[in-house]
């Protein structure tokens, strides 16, 4: 029997282990989601939104263990106290929006005939969830799916596989069946042939750009829809007429928060020539205040990456960075291990020709460019296999607007930067994958439209 191992990234001790489900079981715990799910999308759409938000106020109320659990699995400093405000923002706004958002588009009710548009459930959806924000990023999908009457089964990565277990203590503890919300660990093979098998109806998946390759060959030839949000390496831009200090404290948040393990945080910032000397200082004067160390600290501002390997790809990209000329400016910091423990740093003198302003570094480190004008910053904006969301700092709106309408992202950004917005769609393009999540497309997402022409006597 394999296991899944998750190894603490705050002294590379095993912190949890759990062994994976046969083949056989996996498979009867899909026919079991399957059976109950009917019954489950017959309850009343006000009772299943209740039922998830009862799931909400239970993890809040064991918020402590989301808060340390999160920091022993994958470093996130306990001062954030985890990320259940962002739960709670995007579960409750889809809950808000259920009703209007599932309801039938109506095209005529007249003597003569009803045409309408329904949403239907797809049947079981398959959640593969990642560990950088462990809680939304399953939770995305989780909530809504449930709300339209989705059966739903969970693989969380194996960095924060006690994620996972949280999340069905809390939906069961609400009274969401366990047949209904199943947490399952799986490997790799398994989840192969459960998807080749035409096991699910819907997929999401958020992790690798390699790992959504496999889903989508493993799905091949059985329709299954699948929805991918895959890698990132989103820009900022300061334009000349930005707001300096706010655009350099906005930008290098979404540069470091989470050690830079953000699906939307800032991985290269252009600036205006005009403002770049002035950025530079200001940025690693920021960067240079922040306290690297362990999570369960509340000292610590920043953590260690969740895993040796993360933090040694980024390493990678710096050094060969500054084999090709940049300059680093931040020193070794007292905590920096040659682990997991990594130095935050900026780089300047880069170019499109090193990795670290190509590939997805997904860690603590920012490289910043001047420009000299909107058009080149949005040349090398564009200049990037990627597409998840893209920053600009202004106080033009319309120019902010006629820069977003010629890049190549799913969210443009005015003034902010690595946020999600339930009442937008959350999306991307390129490489990042396709799918729609949260908003009122994501409830379309995890439902199929099933129309009616009635002919009336």
Not at 334 to 358: F, I, K, N, S, W
Not at 419 to 433: E, F, H, R, S, V
Request: aromatic letters at 8%; a negative charge; glycine letters at 10%.
């Amino acid at each position: 029997m394999s296991t899944t191992k998750c190894i603490s990234p705050i002294d590379g001790a095993v912190y949890a282990e759990r062994e994976c489900l046969s083949l056989g079981a996996a498979q009867d715990a899909v026919g079991r989601a399957r059976a109950a799910q009917k019954a489950w999308a017959a309850r009343p759409l006000a009772e299943r939104t209740r039922l998830v938000m009862g799931a909400i106020d239970e993890i809040e109320r064991t918020r402590d263990r989301m808060v340390t659990e999160l920091a022993h699995q994958m470093g996130r400093p306990v001062r954030y106290g985890g990320e259940f405000g962002g739960l709670k923002e995007r579960a409750s706004y889809m809950a808000k929006i259920a009703d209007e958002a599932l309801a039938p588009k109506v095209v005529e009710d007249s003597a003569g005939f009803l045409r309408k548009i329904a949403r239907e459930p797809h049947g079981v959806v398959f959640v593969v969830a990642p560990w950088n924000y462990p809680y939304m990023t399953a939770n995305n999908t989780i909530a809504p799916a449930l709300i339209a009457g989705n059966a739903v089964i969970l693989k969380h990565a194996a960095q924060t596989i006690l994620v996972g277990e949280h999340l069905a203590d809390a939906y069961h503890a609400a009274g969401v069946p366990e047949d209904v919300f199943q947490n399952v660990v799986l490997d790799h093979d398994t989840t192969g042939v459960l998807i080749s098998g035409n096991a699910f109806d819907f997929i999401n998946f958020t992790g690798s750009v390699g790992g959504g390759q496999a889903m989508e060959r493993a799905a091949a030839g059985t329709f299954t829809g699948v929805a991918t949000e895959l890698g990132g390496k989103d820009p900022g831009y300061v334009r000349h007429d930005a707001n300096l200090d706010a655009a350099v404290d906005t930008l290098m948040d979404g540069a470091m928060f989470n050690a830079g393990q953000c699906c939307c945080g800032i991985e290269r910032i252009y600036v205006h020539e005009s403002l770049y000397d002035a950025f530079v200082d200001k940025a690693v004067a920021w960067v240079k205040q922040l306290k690297l160390g362990n999570p369960l600290d509340e000292a610590t501002t920043l953590g260690p990456m969740a895993n040796v390997r993360f933090a040694n790809e980024v390493r990678a990209q710096i050094e060969e960075a500054m084999a090709q000329g940049a300059t680093a400016h931040i020193e070794k910091m007292e905590a920096e291990d040659g682990g997991a423990y990594l130095t935050p740093q900026v780089l300047t003198e880069v170019t499109h020709d090193m990795r670290v302003m190509r590939d997805e570094s997904f860690g603590p480190v920012v490289g910043i460019m001047p420009v000299k004008d909107d058009d080149e910053a949005i040349a090398l904006m564009n200049d990037s296999r990627f597409g998840l969301t893209a920053a600009i700092f202004t106080a033009d709106v319309g120019a902010a607007e006629a820069i977003g309408a010629r890049l190549e992202t799913g969210t443009v950004f005015m003034n902010r930067a690595d946020y999600l917005d339930p009442a937008l769609c959350w999306t991307g393009c390129k490489q990042t994958g396709r799918g729609a999540g949260l908003s009122e497309l994501g409830y379309h997402a995890l439902t199929r439209p099933k129309s009616y022409h009635l002919k009336k006597a």
